[in-house]
T-cell receptor, first 112, second 115 residues
Framework: GENVEQHPSTLSVQEGDSAVIKCTYS??????FPWYKQELGKGPQLIID?????GEKKDQRIAVTLNKTAKHFSLHITETQPEDSAVYFC???????????FGKGTSLLVTP | GAVVSQHPSWVICKSGTSVKIECRSL??????MFWYRQFPKQSLMLMAT?????????EQGVEKDKFLINHASLTLSTLTVTSAHPEDSSFYIC???????????FGEGSWLTVV
């Protein structure tokens, strides 16, 4: 199945700064890349996703960029706020069907 | 957005007993549902994929006789942990695919503690 590597594992930024999390994938045929936010004790929540026919997608303070040649995609959060503190996971399609394989997660801490 | 509900949100059971976790898609029909397990401070690990009306497909290393999955309708899948042991204590999360597009919707998870 798809091997997804995610970096960094932890990230601490000051409120108002930007945060960038990067993931790489192994299967060049993968065509869908979602990002999930998981707060403590809760299930993952989809925050943004991108399909392989575009290179960038934005939704207010959140953006995702995709480099198919290099097989990596990144999450960008601008003007970070303390409520952005959570664990963020990238994902890519597993070998079969619509299942997802997840990266190991990035624990983001936004300090006031 | 689409809502996936899990029940119970947390459960404590004794070693050797079985426990059932339900996953429901509340406002859409889910042709496929997925079960994940997450240990503290770790990522989500796919356990199995279930399609309505057919047997689940288990990932390598997941015991199908221990983790029984039933997907009897387009809105309900259940995971039964049989003969639970303390090492089965974990956060179990289901997700559902509505049958079109790529988006997968996740439930809020169920905490299982086996004592």
């Amino acid at each position: 199945g798809e091997n997804v590597e995610q970096h960094p594992s932890t990230l601490s930024v000051q409120e108002g700064d930007s945060a960038v999390i990067k993931c790489t994938y192994s299967d060049s045929a993968s065509n869908y890349f979602p990002w999930y936010k998981q707060e403590l004790g809760k299930g993952p929540q989809l925050i943004i996703d991108i399909r392989s026919n575009v290179g960038e997608k934005k939704d207010q303070r959140i953006a995702v960029t995709l480099n198919k040649t290099a097989k990596h995609f990144s999450l960008h959060i601008t003007e970070t706020q303390p409520e952005d503190s959570a664990v963020y996971f990238c994902a890519a399609p597993a070998a079969s069907g619509y299942a997802l394989n997840f990266g190991k997660g990035t624990s983001l801490l936004v300090t006031p | 957005g689409a809502v996936v509900s899990q029940h119970p949100s947390w459960v404590i059971c004794k070693s050797g007993t079985s426990v059932k976790i339900e996953c429901r898609s509340l406002d859409f029909q889910a042709t496929t549902m997925f079960w994940y397990r997450q240990f503290p401070k770790q990522s989500l690990m796919l356990m199995a994929t279930s399609n309505e009306g057919s047997k689940a497909t288990y990932e390598q290393g997941v015991e199908k006789d221990k983790f029984l999955i039933n997907h009897a309708s387009l809105t309900l899948s259940t995971l039964t942990v049989t003969s639970a042991h303390p090492e089965d204590s974990s956060f179990y999360i289901c997700s559902a695919h509505p049958g079109a597009g790529n988006t997968i919707y996740f439930g809020e998870g169920s905490w299982l503690t086996v004592v």
